[in-house]
Structures are given as C-alpha cells and as structure tokens.
C-alpha cells in the first residue's frame, strides 16, 4: 500500500475521532431523530412515550461522547487490523510471483 | 428511539427482520468456510459500519444525523450479510449508548442492514450492466441506499403515525422531510469515503462476490 494512501487513511481516521468530541465544545445543533420525536409528539399528543423496555441505564451526555468514540475506535482497530492482514497476504503473493 | 415506536409495530418489523437474520448467519458461514480472505472481508464491513453508523455529522440544515456505512459490505460480501453486522451495531449501540432503542431493534435492522444494503445492491448491479464507470456506480448505489434507509425510517413512523388530517402518506412525508435534507450531505459524504475505501481495498487484491467478478472494469 502506498505511503500516501497509509497517511491519508490516518489522517481520516483522527478527524472521524474529533468529530464527536468537537461535538462537547461546539454546538452542531440538534439530531434529526429528536426532531422527528417532537413530530410524532405533535401528531398523536395524547399518548404518553416511554420505553417499553427499561433498560434502566442512560449515560450522561459526556459518556455518550466518550461511548461513541470508543465505538469509533474499535471499528477503526478491527479495520486496521483487518487491512494489515490483507496487506499480508498481498505482498507474500507478489513475492511468490518474483521467485 | 425507545418508547417511540408502539409495541404492535416493534413487533411486526422484528418479526419482519428476523427470517432475514438467518439467512445473513447463513449467508456469512459459507462466505467464511468458501475463502479465509472473505473474513478479511468481513471484519472490514463489520468495522466500516461500525465507524460510520457511530459518526454523528452536522448537515448544512443545522442539525445532526448518522451516517450508515453498509454499502461497503453490501458490495464485498453481499447484502445477504449484512443483517447480522446491523444487528450487532444496533444492539451495542442500545444496550450501551442508550441510542436508537431495544425494542425499536427489529424495525432499525430493517431500515439500515435490510433495505438500505439490498437497494444499494441491486442498483449498483444495475448501473454496471448499463455499462456506468465502476466508481460512479458505487458513489450513486452509496447516496441511493443511504437514503432508502431513511426513507424506510420515515415509512414505519408514517405507518404507526398516521396524520390525523392527511393519513399515512401526509405523515411519512413529514417524517421524510426531517430526515432526507440533513441525511441528503450526509449521504453525498458517505458516497466519496466508501468509493475512496473501495478503491484502495481493490487495489489491495480484496475479494469481491462472483457475480462482480465477470465485469472487469469495476474501478
């Protein structure tokens, strides 16, 4: 794999790690699935919405920035990892063929 | 979102989902046992999804969504796979995040590892054989299945919320019209990362399904 595309593919992988954390500091503005709760509040007002299931846990704001960037950072580990392998592989074939 | 979605339908699109889980354990098992390299192939869908479904961008409508991160596994090990890799993103998520909701579950797996993969599939198939570059195939099947996710979304809202004046069609619209502006840059994002990743697993000699194999010019 080229040096360049290694660099890159870092690079991109911090800045998907400082995207949620720059989300504690600056304010991106609500989520889109909370503003379709306000819409289905607004269409059947009666009923009342709570869960179903309780799972009795709801992490505070900052856990659940903390939460998705250690699910960010193990998708970005099982990817490295699994790129890692495949590079394995590809260069053990492309010696086979010199030799 | 939990608690939004009433009980009759969570369990209507859970049963929905669940003959689709079988067929995605099934689907993964003979990937796995036909090729080691496919669980090379799998652990880069499975992570992809789990990055993007975990980014939450803010869209130029001043308001935040997910990306879903499926359309990269729909294409190297099929959309037959993908409901069980939704179904372990969603459920961490739940369980963990408290995001998106348990018994919401089987109605999230539809719309995101379901539909979206599926469409995005069968359309990219489609764009190939009409003969369209590889990369903007898969830039267009990425935006088109990104979207037909949340358009699902909005459907199964506007079907357990009817609009009291204009009924499902008025509701889902309404829904849609929440969801598609801030998911429409979102998807367009979406589509540049997964052709980009694509593109770099290709010329790293990824596997891909057999039926990608006869058309040469895939990139």
């Known amino acids: 794999m080229s040096k360049k595309n290694i660099i890159l593919l870092i690079a991109v992988g911090i800045i998907f790690i400082l995207i949620p954390i720059s989300a504690m500091y600056i304010d991106w503005g609500g989520g889109s699935d909370d503003a379709a709760c306000v819409l289905i509040e607004q269409i059947s007002p009666k009923a009342e919405y709570k869960p179903h299931i309780n799972w009795g846990y709801e992490p505070t704001d900052k856990q659940e920035t903390l939460l998705f960037v250690g699910q960010i950072l193990i998708g970005l580990f099982i990817f490295g990892f699994s790129l890692y392998k495949l590079n394995k592989i590809n260069s053990l074939k492309k010696k086979e063929k010199q030799i | ?219």
């Open chain 2, 1 to 219: 979102m939990e608690g939004y979605l009433p009980v009759d339908w969570s369990i209507f699109w859970a049963v929905l989902s669940l003959p689709f889980l079988y067929i995605s354990y099934r689907s993964i098992r003979k990937l796995v046992a036909e090729s080691s390299k496919f669980q090379i192939s799998l652990g880069l869908s499975a992570a992809f999804v789990f990055i993007l479904s975990a980014l939450k961008l803010p869209s130029v409508t001043g308001s935040c969504s997910h990306l879903t991160g499926t359309t990269l596994g729909t294409v190297l090990i099929g959309p037959a796979s993908m409901p069980i890799i939704g179904f372990v993103v969603l459920l961490f998520q739940a369980l963990l995040l408290a995001h998106g909701g348990i018994s919401t579950l089987g109605a999230n797996i539809f719309s995101l590892a379901i539909v979206g993969p599926f469409v995005a599939f069968y359309l990219y198939k489609l764009l190939l054989k009409i003969k369209l570059k590889g990369y903007i195939s898969l830039f267009i099947a990425t935006f088109v299945g990104t979207m037909a996710t949340y358009i699902t979304t909005s459907i199964q809202l506007g079907l357990a919320y009817p609009d009291p004046s204009g009924g499902f069609i008025t509701a889902a619209m309404k829904f849609l019209s929440i969801f598609a502006v801030t998911q429409i840059p979102l998807s367009i994002i979406e589509g540049f990362i997964t052709v980009w990743i694509f593109d770099i697993l290709r010329k790293q000699g990824i596997p891909t399904l057999n039926i990608f194999k006869a058309k040469k010019a895939i990139l």
